[in-house]
């Protein structure tokens, strides 16, 4: 009687995922819209399903358990069309490095630092020339002012923020304030 009960349950389960194919079909069609991939994902889910009929305890959850396997079928399609690096193929050696990019930034905020140090005419040639890339004659039009009035405020400019730079590489770095207690 048992493999009667067996043999009845399995021929139910089969008409029952029979009747599935065309909803999976059109789920699968929805997900993918292309018809040979729905059809070959409803198939998979099929036969996987068939295989695993005897893992389905609540048959209240069937139409859940059949769409949780086609959505793996679906999944699994994918992962298997993604491309994959060779492991020793990928440089992981960067020029750019954190300790670079934070010493660039470093120098940056001295550099404007000590721009803004500089009197204000000298500082406005500076940032016109240097840093904005204007001719001498431009900036002598922007600032109406004689072109060898722009020369020397530039060159005054340079050579205060040169002492400036240097005499701030010769200081000592200060080192970080450390507060020890003992504890006893």
């Not at 960067?94 to 120098?107: K, L, N, Q, W, Y």
């Not at 890339?133 to 722009?150: H, N, R």
């Amino acid at each position: 009687m048992d493999v009667l009960n067996i043999f009845s349950r399995q021929r139910e389960s089969r008409k029952k995922l029979e009747q599935q194919r065309a909803r999976l079909y059109r789920i699968a069609y929805a997900w993918t819209h292309n018809p040979a991939l729905a059809d070959d994902l409803a198939q998979e889910a099929l036969a996987k399903a068939l295989q695993k009929s005897g893992q389905l305890r609540d048959p209240a959850a069937f139409d859940a358990w059949l769409y949780s396997i086609l959505a793996n079928c679906y999944y699994d399609h994918f992962r298997r069309l993604r491309e994959s690096e060779d492991i020793d193929d990928i440089v992981l050696a960067h020029d750019v490095t954190p300790e670079h990019e934070s010493g660039a930034r470093e120098i940056v905020h001295k550099v404007r630092a000590a721009i803004a140090r500089l009197p204000g005419g000298q500082r406005q040639v500076v940032t016109l020339v240097d840093i904005e890339g204007f001719s001498y004659m431009e900036v002598a039009q922007i600032l109406s002012i004689p072109i060898g009035t722009v020369m020397s405020r530039l060159c005054r400019a340079r050579g205060a923020l040169k002492q400036d730079l240097l005499r701030d590489l010769a200081r000592p770095a200060a080192a970080p304030e450390v507060n020890l207690r003992r504890i006893k």
